[in-house]
């Protein structure tokens, strides 16, 4: 359990907490005991499970105020022991992430002690600055330090310490307690002066805001007297953390690990700190960014001067945006939190999701339609922490259109899917609507499993024996077609028939392709459709003189088989919702008659739904099928069910009709 000691080390481990990676002692040696006992102890406890287990893994926080400045210091510190090298090879290397403008990191130590306890240092000439994100941002502050520990070998341990200054504009610190390898200590301490926790300090409400996530202790506060002055502290502290189960569509880490975040907050607009203060402050250090020029202007003229009405004008200026402006992320000093100006990401024709929303809002507005920015956090970030106001719980920028019907969302940087609907990862999300007042937190609308739709038919031959012939459609609706699209951009020009081989693949398995093709790739307004000729094995099997032939030509979609495992730690976390349709024709030969067909079968779950039918006459028969995840989210108390539900599913397509060579009489 999290914060309980596992009594086999209780006495062991208390003491890991005083070495560092400056130490000169060993792990066992700060313990007091050998290091044979050591390792043994390790492997015992852990050797089963993890390829490596945390030590320590610590942060203080220290707030202070520099230059007229809000700043503050992070202090980390983290000790790994390897047990299994090859299997833990992601922690020979490091990368600590900086922003140029902002940050400066100092007292960076890192060492590997081996196992007979030789100590072997990174040398300074060893950390390389590098570009953190080289494969899509061309202008970026985004740094990092990243150096590879010698010695990396079973039964060592890794260790490296330092100390971030940072002078951003919006601080925001998140301490997770628990990663993917156990933890034996896991701690996190906030330093704030007590001068700046006054309500007035500075003459603007500035206040210290922390919250804890799935963390079921408190803090122990001290306040203590340093060299400037008053501080009070903030600290937490967890033992013998698991490591995080890894489950295929578990909830994001920040929605299920232990954690602390913590953002100092300026009552924006010298008032209270609220979502609505902060949203009204930024969208007025935003909005002269958005000012178009004559020539913008002129622009959203020649675009919309066709359009019959509101919903043509968007879909004009948005087309535009998506087919004209690339996506390039410029993040240098302010850039990192403000968009480029509008009439400078046009005349350049790329910008990152901020410059490309402040833009599609401009040209909107200049055409007569309201619209307004939106801050949203993406799914595999977690959801948003409400209690602590501050940018740095938000990571994308999109766009709203308030209407007195349904409003409208729009992503620019979406560029694959249909016009107004949002990626997966923005759905169901909380949005901070930027406003010159009244800002608010709105939810953003999630697709339903109509608009999810794989709609899939295919006709058999079935004279073809066991390897009989097959040609279809697939027709590819919301979700899945955008990753479709997506994967046929990024292979390249020339290489979209490897694409679809390689999907037909995964919807057919047994299949050997012959020709596939398909229709509609350029407009993401429209479905996708596969067109496929093949061979299919496996649908067929001859017993005796009877010929057993299944549906199974398309596979069941890959969120079914989450419910394969007899048991599950987390929920589950769907993308999106989904509906799946099949229909089978089988062309009979005339020396075989259908003998029998599986009857009517309905499977009706809270999270789940199947039916299907078959039907046999003039020499064909029949199979459709309806499959449907109505939901994104399956709690765990919902599991079993599910788990039955798959159970049943699979042995419904396992269920063949029977067929007979013709003028043998049925026994």
């Known amino acids: 359990m999290i914060g309980r000691f596992k009594g086999i080390v209780a006495a062991l481990l208390v003491v890991v907490a005083a070495t560092s990676a400056h130490g000169a002692n060993t792990p066992w040696e700060s313990r007091g005991i050998t290091k044979e006992a050591f390792w043994t102890t390790l492997e015992t406890l852990y050797g089963e499970q993890s390829e490596a287990v945390c030590l320590v893994h610590e942060r203080v926080t220290k707030m202070d105020l520099r230059a007229g400045r809000i700043g503050k210091s992070d202090t980390h510190h983290m000790q790994i022991a390897v047990l299994d090298a090859k299997a833990a090879e992601e922690y020979a290397n490091v990368e600590i992430p900086y922003v140029k403008s902002w940050d400066k990191i100092t007292e960076l130590y890192a060492r590997t002690i081996t196992r007979d306890g030789r100590e072997i240092k990174v040398e300074k000439d060893q ?65 704030v002066p007590v001068k700046m926790l006054n309500p007035l300090f500075r003459g603007v409400g500035w206040e210290q805001v922390y919250s804890g996530r799935n963390l079921d202790i408190e803090a122990e506060t001290e306040r203590i007297n340093t060299i400037d002055g008053e501080v009070m502290t903030y600290n937490w502290e967890l033992e013998n953390v698991p490591a995080v189960e890894p489950e295929n569509y578990r909830p994001a880490p920040a929605d299920i690990c232990p954690s602390i975040s913590f953002a100092p907050g300026i009552g924006f607009g010298g008032g209270e700190l609220t979502w609505e203060s902060f949203g009204n402050w930024f969208h007025k250090a935003m909005e002269e960014r958005l000012d178009p020029g004559d020539e913008i ?67 909107l507005r200049e055409a007569g339609i309201d619209a307004e920015l939106a801050l949203v956090r993406t799914r595999d970030r977690g959801s948003l922490n409400t209690a602590i106001v501050s940018p740095g719980g938000f990571n994308h920028c999109i766009v709203h259109l308030p209407g007195e ?12 899917h249909c016009l107004g609907t949002l990626p997966w990862q923005v759905q ?50 919301g979700e899945r077609a955008a990753r479709l699209r997506y994967r046929i951009a990024d292979a390249g020009p020339g290489r979209a028939r490897r694409v679809l081989k390689e999907f037909l693949k995964e919807q057919c398995p047994g299949i050997r392709e012959e020709d596939v093709s398909i229709d509609g790739v350029e407009n993401p307004n429209s479905p996708l459709v596969v067109r496929f000729v093949c061979k299919s094995a496996g649908l067929t099997a001859a017993v005796e003189e009877y010929t ?56 009706e779950k809270q999270y789940g739904y199947f039916e299907r039918e078959w039907s046999a006459q003039d020499g064909q028969a029949h199979y459709k099928s309806r499959l449907i995840l109505p939901g994104r989210y399956v709690p765990l108390e919902g599991y079993s069910e599910m788990t039955e539900f798959a159970k049943e599913l699979h042995a419904a397509m396992r269920d063949a009709m029977s067929l007979r060579r013709a003028g043998r009489p049925a026994e």
Not at 405 to 416: E, F, R
Request: hydrophobic share 40%; with cysteine; charged share 25%.
């Open 297 to 363: 202007k002129s622009k959203v003229r020649s675009l919309t001067e066709a359009a019959a009405s509101e919903g043509e004008r968007v879909e004009a200026i948005c087309d535009y945006i998506r087919e004209d402006i690339r996506y390039v992320a410029v993040e240098l000093d302010e850039g990192s939190w403000f968009p480029s100006g509008v009439d400078l990401t046009d005349k350049v024709q790329y910008g990152d999701c901020k410059d490309q929303s402040a833009l599609l809002v401009a040209m």
């Open 548 to 603: 057993l032939a299944s549906p199974t030509v398309f596979a069941l979609p890959g969120q079914v088989k989450v419910f394969d495992e007899p048991e599950r730690i987390h929920p589950v976390c769907f993308h999106f919702p989904e509906r799946v349709l099949d229909e089978v024709i089988f062309k009979v030969p005339e020396d075989l008659s259908v003998l029998e067909v599986p009857g009517h079968l309905t499977l």
């Open 428 to 477: 169901g999300v909380d949005a901070l609507l930027l406003r010159p007042y009244e800002s608010e937190l709105a939810k953003t609308p999630q697709t339903s499993y109509q608009e999810n739709s794989l709609s899939r038919m295919a006709t058999v031959d079935l004279s073809g024996g066991s390897e009989p012939s097959c040609s279809g459609t697939i027709m590819i609706m």
């Open 405 to 416: 019907g349904a409003d409208l969302w729009l992503d620019p940087t979406a560029k694959h």
């Open 127 to 191: 950390i390389y600055d590098v570009d953190l994100f080289p494969e899509y941002v061309l202008y970026s502050d985004f740094r990092g330090k990243r150096f590879a520990f010698p010695g990396f070998t079973d039964h060592c341990v890794v260790a490296y310490e330092y100390t971030v200054f940072s002078d951003a504009p919006f601080v925001w610190t998140t301490h997770f307690f628990q990663g993917p390898i156990p933890t034996e200590v896991s701690r996190c301490r906030i330093e």
